[in-house]
Nanobody, 123 residues
Framework: QLLLVESGGGLVQPGGSLRLSCELH????????IGWFRQAPGKEREGLSC????????YYVDSVKGRFTISRDDAKRTVYLQMNGLQPEDTGVYFC????????????????WGQGTQVTVSS
């Protein structure tokens, strides 16, 4: 059973925007840190952003700072990634992942993953 479900991906032109959603099912409510990762074709997954429920801390990799914003809606049990100024190099499959309390950069530190949503940036 999927415990995290991503949505919101699609095809967008360079400079465009998308908002990704990560819906948490009840089995993942104890995972208080949610990260977003991207895997481009033929490349390893890359951590992009993370938000921690413990203190609300937000983290971003340098390449997305100022363009991407992570947020959380506790009532909807959903974490969002607002992506602005998208570029072709942002193309890839985007995953959300959960772990306990603290954010981590390594994907191996996250216990649960969504199915991924494809983002394609092309003219």
């Amino acid at each position: 059973q999927l415990l995290l479900v991503e949505s919101g991906g699609g095809l967008v032109q360079p400079g465009g925007s998308l908002r990704l959603s990560c819906e948490l099912h009840k089995e993942t409510w104890n995972y208080h840190a949610i990260g977003w990762f991207r895997q481009a074709p033929g490349k390893e997954r890359e951590g992009l952003s993370c938000i921690s429920e413990r203190d609300g801390s937000q983290y971003y990799v340098d390449s997305v700072k100022g363009r991407f914003t992570i947020s959380r809606d506790d009532a909807k049990r959903t974490v969002y990634l607002q992506m602005n100024g998208l570029q072709p190099e942002d193309t890839g499959v985007y995953f959300c992942a959960g772990r306990g309390v603290n954010c981590r950069r390594r994907g191996e530190d996250y216990g649960y993953w969504g199915q991924g949503t494809q983002v394609t940036v092309s003219s």
